[in-house]
């Protein structure tokens, strides 16, 4: 069932998504691998929803956290978030590994991301060897949330794009 949200998420959020039908690489612990290609090229992205989410909000939509590769913009390890409600304008949600420093990240109505290629690296290692990542955010609307992701799986999931689009 969560894929089925998930796939339709992508299809609605990301123009790119909708012009082929991801392939499922695989499900490892909490993570599931998908390849899809586009007008680009092959994109590889691994996804996976909270273990836990807590907050005062009657209504939320679905929450993702995903790793994509785009091998032909030479885009790898891109982390992103999608809230499930919409941030303040200027809003810079957090991201912390098993307890460890938190990261401030980049947001724009409902999605998060890192702010580069060298925080995206950093994080990605941090979750290879983690178990444990929250996300901490704010709706528009002032409800504070936190999103415990489980790290089961990870590495699995991440070497299986890896291969799929030729990352090393």
């Given at each position: 069932?969560?894929?089925?949200?998930?796939?339709?998420?992508?299809?609605?959020?990301?123009?790119?998504?909708?012009?082929?039908?991801?392939e499922?690489?695989?499900?490892?612990?909490?993570?599931?691998?998908?390849?899809?290609?586009d007008?680009?090229?092959?994109?590889?992205?691994?996804?996976?929803?909270?273990?836990?989410?807590?907050?005062?909000?009657?209504?939320?939509?679905?929450?993702?956290?995903?790793?994509?590769?785009?091998?032909?913009?030479?885009?790898?390890?891109?982390?992103?978030v999608?809230?499930?409600?919409?941030?303040?304008?200027?809003?810079?949600?957090?991201?912390?590994?098993?307890?460890?420093?938190?990261?401030?990240?980049?947001?724009?109505?409902?999605?998060?991301?890192?702010?580069?290629?060298?925080?995206?690296?950093?994080?990605v290692?941090?979750?290879?060897?983690?178990?444990?990542?929250?996300?901490?955010?704010?709706?528009?609307?002032?409800?504070?949330?936190?999103?415990?992701?489980?790290?089961?799986?990870?590495?699995?999931?991440?070497?299986?794009?890896?291969?799929?689009?030729?990352?090393?």
């Amino acid at each position: 069932m969560r894929r089925i949200f998930f796939l339709i998420l992508m299809l609605s959020a990301f123009p790119a998504f909708a012009e082929a039908d991801p392939e499922i690489l695989g499900t490892f612990g909490d993570w599931t691998a998908y390849t899809y290609h586009d007008e680009m090229g092959q994109i590889c992205y691994i996804s996976s929803q909270p273990t836990k989410s807590v907050g005062k909000y009657t209504k939320r939509d679905d929450v993702f956290l995903t790793i994509t590769h785009r091998p032909q913009e030479k885009a790898f390890d891109v982390v992103n978030v999608v809230a499930g409600y919409t941030y303040p304008k200027g809003f810079k949600p957090t991201f912390s590994i098993d307890a460890k420093k938190a990261v401030a990240l980049v947001s724009h109505e409902d999605t998060a991301w890192a702010k580069d290629a060298k925080t995206d690296a950093a994080l990605v290692n941090q979750m290879k060897s983690g178990s444990v990542g929250t996300l901490k955010g704010k709706s528009k609307r002032g409800t504070v949330t936190t999103d415990t992701f489980s790290f089961k799986g990870f590495s699995k999931a991440y070497r299986a794009i890896s291969e799929a689009c030729n990352h090393q």
